[in-house]
């Protein structure tokens, strides 16, 4: 079956709120909604189908829209590549010209169903932040890293990983159910670098593989949520086959943990993501300063280790 490319916006609010579209009678699945958006036409690009698609149904006028992930979908009548932008700057007022209604949500508190069966990772994937704490007790000392991870918590942060397989087993079994315990008390989710029994065992949220673990896996773990960290192409093949949540890529930059390694810089990034269908995090001597140059080479946000728990003011 032919693949029919399309332009689809996740419209945000500052609120983290974006808006949905519900199909009309006369079309295929009538009544279920949709992210906005349309086909790509002949000479096209998906940016540009995304622009021309948003001001013919909804009268706006795009002023900021950046990749985001690309997902592919069979359905009965089409085979469709859906390329999601997100949107988060636009002049003028909302006025729809195709759907039956127009409703703001949240991806954790969704009030209307039916979706359209490709947007379900969609919605897993707009529960994520755009940033990722990881930890490094092991060289600042477990107590300064609980007391950079609470301040950090209290500061917004809501998705951390534990990266602690360099502490004695007791210390780094000891260290992880704290901070566990920690992080769900402030409603953040946490992942164990690398051992899903000890995620398994402290009630975490799920595990962050290493890519060595990653291309030695036949199938997912069964845990809420799995990352893994990727450096190739063939890693990131690897994640989305096996269905991941999301993953890391990096380095970008050289970093003071891998000063062997010289970054990939952003062009080959933006190149090694584009069409992918899963969240990326970059990762690699960045810091909140670079988010907007991430996510607009089409990353979900950036992974930090240092840059996390100064940012908490704790560390210096």
Not at 55 to 62: A, D, G, Q, R, S
Not at 151 to 179: C, D, I
Request: with cysteine; aromatic share 6%; charged share 15%.
């Amino acid at each position: 079956m032919k693949i029919t490319d399309v332009a689809a916006a996740v419209i945000l609010r500052e609120d983290g709120s974006f808006l949905l579209g519900q199909r009309a009678a006369d079309t295929f699945y009538p009544g279920y909604w949709e992210f906005p958006g349309g086909k790509v036409e002949a000479g096209e690009t998906p940016h540009s189908a995304l622009i021309r698609e948003l001001h013919e149904e909804l009268e706006i006028e795009v002023l900021q829209a950046t990749p985001w992930i690309v997902r592919e979908h069979v359905y009965e009548h089409a085979h469709v590549r859906l390329h999601f932008f997100r949107v988060t700057r636009w002049r003028g007022e909302l006025r729809d010209h195709v759907h039956a209604a127009l409703v703001w949500q949240h991806a954790d508190a969704l009030a209307v169903t039916p979706m359209l069966p490709a947007n379900a990772p969609v919605l897993a994937a707009l529960r994520l932040p755009a940033q990722y704490g990881i930890t490094h007790a092991w060289q600042i000392g477990v107590d300064a890293q609980l007391a950079a991870l609470a301040a950090a918590l209290r500061g917004g942060l809501r998705l951390v990983q534990l990266r602690e397989t360099a502490l004695p087993e007791a210390q780094r079994n000891a260290f992880v159910a704290a901070a566990v315990s920690l992080c769900h008390d402030n409603s953040a989710r946490v992942l164990v670098n690398g051992d899903v029994a000890l995620a398994i065992a402290t009630q975490a949220d799920g595990v962050h593989l290493t890519a060595r673990q990653l291309m030695a896996l036949q199938a997912r773990p069964a845990l809420p949520l799995v990352a893994a960290s990727c450096h190739n192409r063939e890693e990131l093949a690897q994640a989305a086959g096996l269905g991941l949540d999301f993953v890391v890529l990096g380095p970008v930059q050289p970093t003071a943990s891998h000063p062997e390694q010289s970054g990939m810089g952003w062009s080959a990034f933006r190149d090694l993501i584009a069409r992918f269908p899963l969240p990326v995090y970059a990762i690699g001597g960045l810091t909140g300063a670079d988010l907007a140059t991430a996510q607009g080479c089409g990353a979900h946000g950036i992974a930090a280790i240092r840059a996390t728990w100064q940012a908490s003011g704790v560390l210096r």
